[in-house]
Structures are given as structure tokens and as C-alpha cells.
């Protein structure tokens, strides 16, 4: 003997459709006293969004509302067979012989303050199911953990215990915020952070001699000038396949404090008689408006 027993309950974030590929989540939980109800005192169990009609043209959806209410009203299949399909013109005026719209649609009141709506609004039987898609399987979070092989960055999905994906448009916001340190966190110090050794002089990659303890450059030896750099491990993988190609990529490494040198004194001064003339125009256009009035 089987025994099937519901273990999940309806939540928040579940995942629902009908036969129409009109697929969504639940987006908010009412208890029955607060629904809306009909004038029969009859309160349906989900209510789904209008604009998911026209955006996504699902008619069908709406064929089978009037169909499965006159099926109801006569207790009597409806034939919904493609191409082979019972009409709905007949169905419409068996809506109307039981007194309802022949469109589905019926008054409503809101079950919170018992006034009626505006509009009639459509109601009828539609075939919903639950999809396999629910939120409380889908919830995920993890700190340090397993990396890829090949890439080193963390491993991808809840069944890897992988990180959560931190995508392109995530980091166009933090751009458009200009939170660079938050973006340097996220996208090398969390993910894949590596320090690579690079000789200064031909801008090679150095390799690491264990015979010696020592980094040493494969063009110059021990007499490359070989400096730390912090990378995405990624992006050493990628020079490394394009040396694997024939093509010789070359690294400039170059101190902060060179950076601050090659502003000469002259772009300096350039840039200060701009600052100069933009005040002085502020100033004169202040004095202008001065003498107009």
C-alpha cells in the first residue's frame, strides 16, 4: 500500500500555471474573510493579474473560463479537443439562461470593506497546478566554500553549494553607484583573487623555480625585475591560452606613485587655469545680472 502525503504547503514565491503556459508566482496570501466575493457568496481561489491576458495572448485561458462555467452550471463535460472543439457560442447563452454575463464576468465585492467594485470582473472554473519550482527548495546562501578546477571561482547551483552569482548588470549598478571598493570586493577578493608574478621588463609571466624558492622571469632569469600583481585567476587563465595560441600578451605594471608622475607639472597647470576660468565665468555672469538690474 502507498501512502502520499503533502509535505510543503502553499507559501509565498510557489510557483503556479495553467494549461496555457500562464506561469507565475504567489505574490500575496489573503485569508478567505478578506477576498473578494461574488454575489452568490462565492470566493474564488487565486486571482491572477489582467495584463497577463493581451501581453502573453493567451485566449485560451479565457475560452476555458466560459467553458468550464456552463460545463459546471449543466454538470456535463465540455469538449476542449484543438481544431475539433465544441463551440463557444452555445456556451455563452447557457451562461445567459443561468443568469450570468455571457463573457464570464461577474460583480464583485471586496471582502475587506464589502463595497462593490467598478467593474464586473471575469470568474469561472480554470485548471491551475502547482509546478515543482518552490521557493522553500530554492533557498540558498553560502559564505566561503567549493571552487571550480579550472577557473578557481565558486561552483555554480544549490547542489554544488556554489555562491551566488554576482552577473553583469549587478555590477553596472555598483558602476552607476560608483561603490568601486564594494566592486572590487564582489568581483576578485570574493570570486577568484590571485597573485600573479610579472617580470617588469618584457612583461612576461613569471614562473616559480622550486629548486631556488624564487620567481623567475622565462626570458631574463634571475635577472628580470619581477613584481606581485593581484588578478582574477580567470584573467590569468585567459593570458595563458592566448600564449597557448603563439600571440605574446605583454603586462605593464607600473607603481601608483609612477602613476602620480606622469602628470607633468604643465597638464597641472592646465588643468588649474581651467578651474580658473570656469570660476571667473560664474563670476562674471553673476556681475551681468548685477548690472541688468
Known sequence: MKVRVRDQDTELGDKFASRHGQKGVIGMLFPKYDMLYTEEGLVPDA????????????????????????????????????????????LKVVLLKNGYAPDGTEVMYDGRTGRLFEKPIAIGLVFYQRLYHMVADKMHARATGKVQLLTRQPTEGKARQGGLRFGEMERDCLVGHGATMLLRDRML???????????????????????????ECPVHGENGDIRPVKVPYAFKLLLQEIMSMGIKPKIE?????????????????????AANESDNGKGGSGNGSEDRR
Request: hydrophobic residues 40%; glycine residues 8%; neutral net charge.
Open 189 to 215: 577578493d570574493g570570486s577568484d583573487a590571485f597573485t600573479m608574478y610579472v617580470c617588469t621588463l618584457c612583461g612576461h609571466i613569471a614562473w616559480y623555480n622550486a629548486k631556488k624558492g624564487v620567481y
Open 47 to 90: 486571482i491572477i493579474n489582467p495584463h497577463a491576458i493581451p501581453s502573453r495572448m493567451t485566449v485560451g485561458q479565457l475560452l476555458e473560463l466560459i467553458t468550464g462555467k456552463a460545463g459546471a452550471l449543466e454538470a456535463r463535460y465540455v469538449d476542449g479537443t484543438p481544431f475539433f472543439k465544441e463551440d463557444i457560442e452555445p
Open 253 to 273: 605594471v607600473v607603481d601608483k606613485t609612477a602613476l602620480v608622475s606622469r602628470v607633468s607639472p604643465l597638464s597641472l597647470s592646465k588643468l588649474s587655469a
